[in-house]
């Protein structure tokens, strides 16, 4: 447990970073840093599915290849998406406020 | 076999017939088989039980007649088988086969179509049985087996038949009975004897099968049996006679009881030519009556259908020998060969009942009149308006089809589905919805608590993500990715002076200067029209010093605000005429058609240019058109009634009633003097061209008595708040339209504020002519003290408009003063000091007072010859530039650099100063002009910073001392900011702020220092002075003592060094040189401690 904050505090001891979530491969979130359930829960579900396509989209691509990391840069944020095993790791930054 | 017999012959309904197979079977097997053969089809029928009669030359003349039932082949043979007639005729028989064979020959030799292959297989054996006929045996087997031969042949020799063509047959031909059964139809005869279980033929009941040697031949009679005569009848007593005579050897011998026995007489003999039986004997005897009737009856059948086998032969004949058109044709039943299934196959048959139409007619419009009925060519109707279906371009048959590109993404099918259920039945609609799913807060802790090394755990999962996460983070924090590197190169080229000349350049675009209006005259102010594009107004004034103006006092010398459009640079858009000189003038931001000027003697002067917007629009649209000059002016004249250009201009002189007053007189006096927005005709114009030039006059004038009382230096609207009359401010909802106020200083020390809505002093009631009694007052004063105690003399107005609300403001003086002040008038004070501080800034008067653009607290000052920078708080210059060679005259920020700012001086130059380039001087200097430049000022920008960078081009106006406007415009790197100027910026100035502090800081240590220094200094003097006077004194004493021959040794040793001087000028010298010794030795602490001692 003190394992998965300190790994959370450190995350989120970076500049910019908004949020962090943690769901699990059914889409339901397991840890997250934003105050808001909805939010929470948006990003718990929408990511994940875009992650499988991403997924299944390198390994269409290469059926020996496999989807490392995601990011995903929209004007105000960027949305990291790490899926491995039965989890997803989501981590929201402002690249504005990360840069200055 | 049965095939080839089919397929042989034209008549195919009898394939199954007896004869017809043997035929074809028999030359297969020359000689010894035929009698199989013959064996072989009876079996078929079963229908030769029963047959004993041995010998008969009807078996081969049968088959022959069956082949040729339908030939026309038969005559030939049926003639010589009637010839032969008798069974032993050996030349009938051989005639017989001849033709017979000749037949198979003939029918070899050009075969019918169909009987191709019969006659290949007929071809070879027909002819062995022919020789074998001719060989003289006279077994009528054989005979039958040749006939059968033949028989095969018969249906395709049909049509050339008579090789040797008979004699064409008595006409006196009976026709045959009406139901005559032709032979090939009849049943087969029976054969003359039985078969066993496995077909072998075996002798009838009462048939003794025997071998005569030739010698019994010979003795009995039986010679000459052969094929077609087979049977002989031998009485009993020939045989017994026989058996007695030659006794045991007899070949009758072993039957001589059965023989005996024998129930008839004479007993018939038959030749068993082919040993039929198989047990190798040639002859067999019909010992019973039975058998012999049975032989009888086949070899009499055999006759009876030989002969009607030539009597068909005959008629057949005879028919073919008859015209064609007579010959009575045989209908044959049809035979289904598989035809009819192809016929099914192609005919067509309906699927559905066919459909009723009835067409029907009212029985009234029969033979109605008019309705003419025609036939018209194709071609006419094809067009006619008759046609009712037209041709037309099917655009089906027009369209190209282009290739389509298509994605097709795939997604989870999306299914609506609805259903309505009832009571308890399972799919409720509360168990149908669904929520997000989540677990519990104890799976979910469970789940987090697992340790890292188990499988499923969140913490391993995220020590194995994190440092991938980690590194996008940091990436974020270092670079931006997204950076367009390119354009930074681009800026990056800019700054560092590269690129063309046109984009490092400040060039002239434009001037303009006019005649009459601005020549000579100094360009004091420029506004650009905040509306509308290329526009610029100038307000020029004389080039008079204050003494002249002084000398002109109280005379009014009408001034001018000129528009100058840029498509136009010879005449000015639109003349602004004021009473007085124009030192300061500004549009309304928001309302653009309202102008505020401030006048030399203090008034202030508003126009209202709503009225000419159309005009100046249509205006436009004539000047194109070119008619320039025109209508009456009046030289020189200063009254115009109503002028040429308004008149022409298509416009009512003024919509508020005619305009007759002279505008000179009627200035200056209070306000509303009877311009109100009145078009003049520039009369006064000299050139011809500026006659269409139209003038506006002022629409309201301030009351003198309570307007400024010397000239007004600067002016400015305050957009968005409302200032009562009790000096108190409030701000105006966000995104107000409203600008009603603005603000003027002037020289007499005040700040007026000024609200615009004259109309709202009339009192209600009066009319809108009355508005000459209205006076116009400011509605608020504030009033400023210089730092010596007198009324500051002010010069330029600077407001935060951002915090217009909290009511501070910069202004600068005359006297190089900065005041910073607050124009709220407190509560409960009369006369209240609005000054917060006063800092003397300059040594001149301030000409410049403008703040940043990018950063609010920051404010620009100009004045002499150095500028300023000032932060709003602070009591000294964030920075203070050196001195320039040449006195500014104008200074302003660039609106879209935050670093830049430009400066124009006395010289005619402009400098641009980039302050992160460097500030020890200007980055950029241009020489405009060779006078002095007066006034400068930016195009105005789009509302958003980025709009304004994006902006095509940046126009500076420059007003010089002759009157000339000069449009500036500026290079590429003036315009856009270098990437992070801001931010730059902003940390040039917290470097100034720091240096400040720091400067501040070390004050106290410094001043002490210098106090402390300057205190040594005087101690040093006064210790030196107090020597030199004990110098004085000692040398008076080495005086007083070298007179009395004492000198001291000092003395001496430099009265040693030098040429004894004159006494008296030699101790005046040394007494000053002393002095500037000890001095100096003071100054420096070099003063020997004895010396101080000896000073005490």
């Known amino acids: ?100 | 076999m049965g095939e080839a017999a089919e397929e042989s012959g034209a008549p195919p309904v009898e394939d199954g017939d007896v004869p017809a197979a043997p035929a074809t079977a028999s030359p297969d097997e020359p000689a010894a088989a035929g009698v199989d053969d013959a064996g072989e089809p009876a079996q078929e029928p079963g229908a030769s039980s029963e047959s004993a009669a041995p010998a008969d030359g009807g078996a081969p003349v049968e088959g022959s007649a069956e082949g040729g039932g339908e030939a026309t082949s038969g005559p030939v043979d049926g003639e010589g088988g009637d010839a032969a007639g008798a069974p032993d005729g050996a030349p009938p028989p051989d005639g017989e086969a001849a033709p017979a064979a000749a037949e198979g020959e003939g029918e070899g030799g050009d075969a019918g179509a169909g009987a191709a292959e019969a006659a290949g297989d007929a071809e070879g054996p027909p002819g062995e049985e022919a020789a074998e006929g001719e060989g003289g045996e006279a077994a009528g087997d054989e005979g039958g087996e040749g006939g059968e031969g033949a028989a095969e042949g018969e249906g395709a020799a049909e049509e050339e038949a008579p090789p040797p063509p008979p004699p064409p047959p008595p006409v006196e031909l009976e026709p045959l009975p009406e139901d005559y059964v032709p032979v090939r139809d009849r049943p087969p005869i029976p054969e003359p004897f039985l078969r066993n279980e496995e077909g072998k033929p075996v002798p009838l009941p009462g048939v003794e099968s025997l071998f005569l040697t030739g010698t019994t031949v010979d003795l009995v009679g039986l010679q000459g049996l052969g094929p077609g005569n087979i049977t002989r009848e031998l009485t009993r007593e020939v045989l017994l006679g026989d058996i007695q005579f030659r006794g045991a050897i007899s070949d009758f011998h072993a039957y001589k009881a059965k023989i005996q026995a024998a129930d008839y007489e004479p007993l018939i003999i038959r030749f068993n030519e082919d040993d039929v039986y198989g047990d190798g004997n040639n002859y067999e005897i019909a010992l019973t009556a039975e058998a012999a009737n049975v032989w009888k009856a086949i070899a009499e059948e055999t006759e009876s259908r030989k002969r009607l086998l030539e009597l068909e032969a005959a008629h057949v004949a005879a028919e073919k020998a008859k015209p064609r058109s007579k010959r009575v044709r045989k209908v044959k039943p049809w035979v289904s060969m598989g035809s009819e299934v192809d016929i099914e196959e192609a005919s067509v048959r309906p699927r559905r009942e066919p459909i009723r139409l009835v067409v029907q007619r009212k029985r009234r419009e029969f033979h109605q009149p008019g309705a003419k009925l025609a036939d018209k060519d194709a071609h006419e109707l094809w067009n006619s308006s008759q046609m009712e279906c037209r041709p037309f371009k099917d655009p089906n048959f027009d369209m190209r089809r282009m290739e389509q590109d298509v994605a097709v993404q795939a997604v989870a099918p999306l299914r609506d589905a609805a259903c309505q259920s009832t009571g308890a039945i399972p799919p409720r609609p509360a168990v149908t919805q669904t929520e997000a799913l989540d677990l519990g807060p104890e799976a979910k802790a469970e789940l987090l608590s697992k340790p890292v090394a188990e499988r499923g755990s969140v913490a391993g999962f995220l020590e194995r993500v994190r440092d991938l996460a980690e590194v996008a983070m940091v990436q974020n924090e270092i670079t931006n990715i997204f950076r367009d590197d390119l354009a930074a190169l681009n800026d990056e080229a800019d700054g560092g002076g590269g690129g063309s000349r046109k984009e490092t350049l400040v060039s002239e675009a434009q001037s303009f200067t006019h005649l009459t209006f601005s020549k000579n005259k100094v360009v004091s102010a420029i506004q650009w029209l905040p509306h509308r594009k290329g526009v610029v107004a100038v307000a020029c004034t004389e080039a008079q010093s204050h003494a002249e103006r002084v000398a002109r006092m109280g005379r009014t010398s009408p001034a001018h605000i000129l528009l100058w459009n840029f498509r136009d640079p010879i005449h000015p858009e639109l003349v602004l005429q004021s009473p007085w000189e124009v030192f300061a003038f500004q549009f309304n931001p928001l309302h653009p058609d309202l102008l505020t000027g401030g006048c030399y003697n203090g008034q202030v002067v508003m126009w209202d240019l709503s009225s000419e917007a159309d005009r100046l629009g249509r205006r436009a649209a004539a000047a194109a058109g070119g008619g320039k000059a025109g209508g009456v002016t009046e030289a020189g004249g200063a009254v115009s009634t109503s002028g040429a250009a308004a008149d022409r201009l298509g416009g009512s002189v003024s919509a508020k009633g005619p305009d007759l007053t002279p505008p000179s007189t009627a200035m200056g006096t209070t306000l509303g003097a009877g311009g109100l927005g009145a078009t003049e005709a520039a009369s006064s114009s000299s050139a011809d061209g500026d006659a269409h030039i139209p003038v506006v006059k002022h629409r309201f004038l301030t009351d003198t008595q309570f307007s400024h009382h010397q000239v007004v230096t600067d002016l400015q609207w305050l957009p968005g708040v409302e200032i009562s009359h009790r000096g108190k401010v409030t701000k105006l909802g966000e995104g107000s339209k409203e600008c009603n106020f603005f603000a003027t200083i002037a020289a007499d020390g005040k700040v007026l504020f000024w609200d615009v809505r004259v109309e709202k002093l009339l009192k209600k009631g009066k009319k809108a002519d009355e508005l000459l009694d209205v006076v116009w007052k400011p509605i608020h004063s504030v009033h400023l003290i210089s730092l010596i105690g007198m009324d500051l003399g002010g010069t330029r107005l600077a407001f935060d408009f951002k915090r217009l609300d909290q009511g501070m403001f910069y202004a600068g003086s005359f006297d190089g003063e900065l005041v910073y002040a607050d124009f709220i008038k407190p509560e409960g004070e009369e006369n209240p000091d609005y000054a917060k501080s006063c800092l003397q800034a300059h040594v001149g008067p301030v000409i410049a007072l403008e703040r940043s653009p990018f950063f609010d607290d920051i404010v620009l000052t100009c004045g002499d010859w150095q500028w300023q920078i000032w932060q709003e708080g602070q009591a000294t210059p964030l920075f203070a530039s050196g001195y320039a060679q040449d006195y500014y005259t104008a200074a302003c920020w660039s609106p879209t650099r935050p670093a830049v700012l430009y400066l124009a001086d006395q010289s005619g130059s402009v400098e641009v100063w980039d302050l992160l380039d460097r500030s020890h001087e200007p980055s950029i200097r241009v020489t405009l002009a060779a006078t002095p430049i007066m006034s400068l000022a930016f195009n105005p920008m789009p509302a958003s910073a980025s709009a304004a960078q994006q902006a095509a081009q940046q126009l500076l106006a420059v007003g010089d001392a002759t009157g000339v406007l000069r449009i500036m415009e500026l290079p590429r790197n003036l315009r856009r900011p270098v990437h992070n100027e801001k931010k730059l910026m902003g940390a040039w100035l917290e470097r100034q702020q720091a240096r400040l502090a720091d400067v501040a800081a070390r004050q106290p240590a410094r001043g002490a220092a210098r106090k402390e220094a300057e205190e040594r200094k005087k101690e040093a003097e006064a210790m030196a002075l107090a020597e030199a006077a004990a110098r004085e004194a000692a040398a008076k004493d080495a005086a007083a003592a070298a007179a009395a021959g004492i000198p001291p040794p000092q003395a001496d040793r430099r009265e040693k060094k030098g040429a004894p001087p004159p006494p008296e000028f030699d101790e005046k010298a040394e007494q000053e040189y002393l002095k500037l010794e000890a001095r100096f030795k003071a100054q420096l602490g070099l003063l020997p401690p004895e010396a101080n001692g000896s000073a005490h």
């Open chain 1, 1 to 100: 447990m003190s394992d998965i904050e300190s790994t959370l505090t450190r995350i989120q001891g970076h500049k910019g970073v908004i949020g962090v979530i943690i769901v699990n491969n059914q889409g339901v979130p397991l840890r997250s840093t934003f105050e808001h359930d909805a939010m929470t829960k948006q990003y718990a579900d929408l990511i994940p599915s875009l992650a499988d396509l991403a997924r299944n989209l390198v390994r269409d691509l290469d059926p020996q290849n496999d989807l490392e990391f995601l990011r995903i840069r929209s004007h105000k944020h960027e949305i990291m998406v790490a899926a491995k095993d039965d989890f997803v790791l989501l981590v929201i930054q402002d690249p504005n406020a990360a840069s200055t």
